[in-house]
Protein backbone atom coordinates (compact mmCIF):
# COMPACT_ATOMS: atom_id res chain seq x y z
CA UNK A 1 0.00 0.00 0.00
CA UNK A 2 2.40 3.03 0.99
CA UNK A 3 4.28 2.08 -2.05
CA UNK A 4 1.59 2.30 -4.62
CA UNK A 5 0.86 5.85 -3.05
CA UNK A 6 4.41 6.59 -3.60
CA UNK A 7 4.33 5.39 -6.88
CA UNK A 8 1.52 7.66 -7.40
CA UNK A 9 2.71 10.41 -5.89
CA UNK A 10 5.98 10.52 -7.88
CA UNK A 11 3.65 10.54 -11.22
CA UNK A 12 1.39 12.81 -10.51
CA UNK A 13 4.34 15.01 -9.58
CA UNK A 14 6.60 14.17 -13.12
CA UNK A 15 2.75 14.97 -14.36
CA UNK A 16 2.68 18.27 -12.83
CA UNK A 17 6.57 19.31 -13.40
CA UNK A 18 5.82 17.69 -17.19
CA UNK A 19 2.95 19.91 -17.77
CA UNK A 20 4.58 23.11 -15.70
CA UNK A 21 7.03 22.57 -18.45
CA UNK A 22 5.37 22.23 -21.11
CA UNK A 23 3.17 24.96 -19.99
CA UNK A 24 6.41 27.43 -19.86
CA UNK A 25 7.15 26.66 -23.20
CA UNK A 26 4.04 27.51 -24.84
CA UNK A 27 4.07 30.28 -22.89
CA UNK A 28 7.65 31.19 -24.63
CA UNK A 29 6.73 30.65 -27.95
CA UNK A 30 3.42 32.74 -27.43
CA UNK A 31 5.47 35.60 -26.46
CA UNK A 32 8.34 35.09 -29.12
CA UNK A 33 4.85 35.16 -31.86
CA UNK A 34 3.63 38.27 -30.35
CA UNK A 35 6.80 39.95 -30.46
CA UNK A 36 7.34 38.77 -33.66
CA UNK A 37 3.88 40.06 -35.02
CA UNK A 38 4.48 43.11 -33.16
CA UNK A 39 7.72 44.06 -34.46
CA UNK A 40 6.54 43.00 -38.39
CA UNK A 41 5.78 46.32 -39.87
CA UNK A 42 2.10 46.51 -41.22
CA UNK A 43 1.46 47.50 -44.21
CA UNK A 44 -1.03 49.80 -43.74
CA UNK A 45 1.22 51.91 -41.25
CA UNK A 46 3.11 55.15 -42.69
CA UNK A 47 6.58 55.18 -43.95
CA UNK A 48 9.22 55.41 -41.60
CA UNK A 49 10.50 58.21 -40.43
CA UNK A 50 13.60 58.44 -42.11
CA UNK A 51 11.47 58.09 -45.67
CA UNK A 52 12.72 61.42 -47.85
CA UNK A 53 9.12 63.60 -47.46
CA UNK A 54 7.57 63.88 -50.95
CA UNK A 55 8.38 67.49 -52.26
CA UNK A 56 5.71 69.63 -54.20
CA UNK A 57 7.08 71.92 -56.87
CA UNK A 58 5.84 75.22 -57.13
CA UNK A 59 5.70 77.91 -59.48
CA UNK A 60 7.83 80.84 -60.34
CA UNK A 61 5.36 83.23 -58.23
CA UNK A 62 6.14 80.70 -54.76
CA UNK A 63 2.67 79.23 -55.22
CA UNK A 64 1.91 75.24 -55.37
CA UNK A 65 2.16 74.10 -59.20
CA UNK A 66 -1.73 72.70 -58.32
CA UNK A 67 -2.38 76.18 -57.75
CA UNK A 68 -1.32 78.08 -60.68
CA UNK A 69 -2.86 74.89 -62.72
CA UNK A 70 -6.05 76.55 -61.71
CA UNK A 71 -5.67 79.41 -63.10
CA UNK A 72 -4.35 81.57 -60.26
CA UNK A 73 -1.08 82.84 -62.48
CA UNK A 74 -0.86 83.68 -66.10
CA UNK A 75 -0.40 80.89 -68.90
CA UNK A 76 2.34 81.43 -71.04
CA UNK A 77 1.24 81.96 -74.25
CA UNK A 78 2.22 79.24 -77.49
CA UNK A 79 5.23 80.26 -79.16
CA UNK A 80 3.25 79.18 -82.51
CA UNK A 81 0.47 81.54 -81.94
CA UNK A 82 3.45 84.43 -80.73
CA UNK A 83 4.69 83.70 -83.94
CA UNK A 84 1.75 83.99 -86.10
CA UNK A 85 0.39 87.30 -84.31
CA UNK A 86 3.87 88.86 -85.21
CA UNK A 87 3.15 87.98 -88.55
CA UNK A 88 -0.33 89.00 -88.37
CA UNK A 89 0.96 92.78 -87.47
CA UNK A 90 4.10 92.91 -89.20
CA UNK A 91 1.79 92.61 -92.40
CA UNK A 92 -0.92 95.18 -91.64
CA UNK A 93 1.15 97.21 -90.09
CA UNK A 94 1.94 98.88 -93.83
CA UNK A 95 -1.51 98.83 -94.74
CA UNK A 96 -2.23 100.98 -91.51
CA UNK A 97 0.07 103.03 -92.66
CA UNK A 98 -1.09 103.92 -96.29
CA UNK A 99 -4.33 104.39 -95.01
CA UNK A 100 -3.05 106.77 -91.99
CA UNK A 101 -1.16 108.59 -94.72
CA UNK A 102 -4.13 108.60 -97.37
CA UNK A 103 -6.37 110.14 -94.29
CA UNK A 104 -3.89 112.96 -93.48
CA UNK A 105 -3.16 113.36 -97.72
CA UNK A 106 -7.51 114.46 -98.05
CA UNK A 107 -7.11 116.54 -94.52
CA UNK A 108 -4.55 118.21 -95.83
CA UNK A 109 -6.19 118.68 -99.66
CA UNK A 110 -9.19 119.67 -98.12
CA UNK A 111 -7.93 122.39 -96.01
CA UNK A 112 -6.36 123.58 -99.71
CA UNK A 113 -9.66 123.43 -101.46
CA UNK A 114 -10.53 127.06 -101.01
CA UNK A 115 -14.07 127.47 -99.85
CA UNK A 116 -16.59 127.74 -102.72
CA UNK A 117 -19.70 130.39 -102.45
CA UNK A 118 -22.92 129.73 -104.70
CA UNK A 119 -22.66 132.29 -107.64
CA UNK A 120 -26.06 134.56 -106.67
CA UNK A 121 -26.52 137.31 -103.80
CA UNK A 122 -26.17 134.79 -101.16
CA UNK A 123 -23.07 133.85 -101.89
CA UNK A 124 -21.77 137.15 -102.72
CA UNK A 125 -22.90 138.20 -99.27
CA UNK A 126 -21.54 135.27 -97.82
CA UNK A 127 -18.27 135.55 -99.56
CA UNK A 128 -17.69 139.39 -98.51
CA UNK A 129 -18.71 138.61 -94.41
CA UNK A 130 -16.05 136.15 -94.82
CA UNK A 131 -13.25 138.67 -96.27
CA UNK A 132 -14.63 141.54 -93.80
CA UNK A 133 -14.05 139.31 -91.07
CA UNK A 134 -10.47 138.04 -92.43
CA UNK A 135 -9.73 142.03 -92.08
CA UNK A 136 -12.01 143.26 -89.44
CA UNK A 137 -14.59 144.99 -91.55
CA UNK A 138 -17.89 145.45 -89.78
CA UNK A 139 -20.96 144.33 -90.48
CA UNK A 140 -23.67 141.74 -90.72
CA UNK A 141 -25.62 139.20 -93.49
CA UNK A 142 -28.73 141.59 -92.43
CA UNK A 143 -27.40 144.47 -92.50
CA UNK A 144 -25.93 144.31 -96.18
CA UNK A 145 -28.83 142.39 -97.69
CA UNK A 146 -31.09 144.80 -96.29
CA UNK A 147 -29.19 147.82 -97.96
CA UNK A 148 -28.47 145.97 -101.54
CA UNK A 149 -32.27 145.97 -101.67
CA UNK A 150 -32.75 149.16 -101.15
CA UNK A 151 -30.08 150.38 -103.44
CA UNK A 152 -30.33 147.75 -106.80
CA UNK A 153 -32.82 144.69 -105.95
CA UNK A 154 -30.12 142.64 -105.47
CA UNK A 155 -28.56 143.70 -109.57
CA UNK A 156 -24.55 143.57 -109.78
CA UNK A 157 -24.74 145.83 -113.07
CA UNK A 158 -27.33 148.36 -111.64
CA UNK A 159 -26.38 151.89 -112.77
CA UNK A 160 -27.64 155.18 -111.44
CA UNK A 161 -27.98 157.96 -114.01
CA UNK A 162 -30.14 160.58 -112.87
CA UNK A 163 -28.63 161.97 -109.75
CA UNK A 164 -25.93 164.18 -108.89
CA UNK A 165 -23.23 161.56 -109.22
CA UNK A 166 -24.08 161.02 -112.29
CA UNK A 167 -24.50 164.37 -113.56
CA UNK A 168 -21.28 165.17 -112.74
CA UNK A 169 -20.10 161.73 -114.78
CA UNK A 170 -19.71 159.60 -111.88
CA UNK A 171 -22.40 157.35 -111.70
CA UNK A 172 -22.88 154.85 -108.85
CA UNK A 173 -22.72 151.46 -109.95
CA UNK A 174 -23.13 148.05 -108.63
CA UNK A 175 -25.02 146.28 -105.63
CA UNK A 176 -24.53 148.99 -103.09
CA UNK A 177 -24.23 151.86 -105.75
CA UNK A 178 -20.70 153.19 -105.09
CA UNK A 179 -18.93 155.73 -106.95
CA UNK A 180 -15.62 154.88 -108.46
CA UNK A 181 -13.29 157.95 -106.40
CA UNK A 182 -14.80 155.53 -103.43
CA UNK A 183 -14.19 152.57 -104.77
CA UNK A 184 -10.84 153.47 -105.19
CA UNK A 185 -10.21 154.85 -101.29
CA UNK A 186 -11.41 152.00 -100.03
CA UNK A 187 -11.21 149.10 -101.77
CA UNK A 188 -10.52 145.73 -100.15
CA UNK A 189 -7.37 144.27 -101.08
CA UNK A 190 -7.67 140.77 -102.49
CA UNK A 191 -11.17 141.42 -104.25
CA UNK A 192 -11.03 142.01 -107.89
CA UNK A 193 -10.36 145.56 -109.03
CA UNK A 194 -13.63 146.10 -110.30
CA UNK A 195 -16.45 148.17 -109.00
CA UNK A 196 -19.33 145.80 -111.05
CA UNK A 197 -17.74 142.59 -109.45
CA UNK A 198 -20.13 142.00 -106.60
CA UNK A 199 -17.34 141.17 -104.07
CA UNK A 200 -15.74 144.01 -104.50
CA UNK A 201 -18.60 146.08 -104.54
CA UNK A 202 -20.09 144.93 -101.24
CA UNK A 203 -16.63 145.10 -99.12
CA UNK A 204 -15.73 148.57 -100.41
CA UNK A 205 -18.83 150.26 -99.22
CA UNK A 206 -19.16 148.06 -96.01
CA UNK A 207 -15.31 149.59 -95.74
CA UNK A 208 -16.81 152.83 -96.70
CA UNK A 209 -19.32 152.72 -94.31
CA UNK A 210 -17.36 151.08 -91.25
CA UNK A 211 -15.62 154.45 -91.74
CA UNK A 212 -17.99 157.08 -91.60
CA UNK A 213 -21.10 155.26 -89.81
CA UNK A 214 -19.14 152.35 -88.24
CA UNK A 215 -20.78 149.84 -89.62
CA UNK A 216 -23.21 149.03 -93.07
CA UNK A 217 -25.62 147.59 -89.96
CA UNK A 218 -26.00 151.81 -89.14
CA UNK A 219 -27.35 152.45 -92.89
CA UNK A 220 -31.02 152.74 -93.53
CA UNK A 221 -31.06 155.20 -96.28
CA UNK A 222 -28.46 156.71 -98.70
CA UNK A 223 -25.38 157.06 -98.20
Known amino acids: MPSFTLTRTARITRITRTHKVATAVL ?16 TAQAAPA ?53 ATHRSAERKAEPKQYANNLDGWIREALDIMDAKGIPGSYDGLHRNI ?26 LLQVIQPTFDTYHVAGTPDKLTDPVANITAAANYAADRYGSIDNVNSAY
Open 27 to 42: VAAGATTALAVTAQPS
Open 149 to 174: MRESSGNPNAVNDWDINAINGIPSKG
Open 50 to 102: HAPAAVKPVSANGMPAAVQAKGDAPKAEHPAIESVAAQVKAKDAPKKAHTAKQ
